[in-house]
């Protein structure tokens, strides 16, 4: 059985940090393509950022800079370190997977992704 579970979520102030994870099992972890989204009540679920098979990774405009995607594979853990935080960054935040190898993983939208985890609520208070 497939199974993405985040977790770190939480309140904070504009400028502050969290690291959120995602524990991954049930599916080719290593030959996966995994990304985190964010989406807020009305609108479109928006990519966040994504890493491929290689390490390689993507982030929107929005968050370059101030998040990092990474993965333990050891853990099939995958994660993101959001930094100087900004209210805008307020959202449900879901951790996603399918299985591809290499660097089309980069261009991957939403329909492209099998697996997906129920989310971690991030609010960013000004």
């Known amino acids: 059985q497939v199974q993405l579970v985040e977790s770190g979520g939480g309140s904070v102030q504009a400028g502050g940090s969290l690291r959120l994870s995602c524990a991954a099992s049930g599916f080719g972890y290593y030959t996966s393509c995994m990304a985190w989204f964010r989406q807020v009540p009305g609108r479109e679920r928006e990519g966040v950022a994504v890493?491929?098979?290689?390490?390689?990774?993507f982030y929107v405009d929005s968050v370059k800079g101030r998040f990092t995607i990474s993965k333990d594979s050891a853990k099939h853990t995958l994660y993101l370190q959001m930094n100087t935080l900004k209210p805008e960054d307020t959202a449900m935040y879901h951790c996603?997977?399918?299985?591809?190898?290499?660097?089309?993983?980069?261009?991957?939208?939403?329909?492209?992704?099998?697996?997906w985890g129920q989310g971690t609520q991030v609010t960013v208070s000004s």
């Open positions: 890493i491929d098979t290689d390490g390689r990774t």
């Open positions: 996603a997977a399918v299985p591809l190898v290499g660097g089309r993983c980069l261009n991957a939208v939403v329909a492209d992704f099998r697996y």
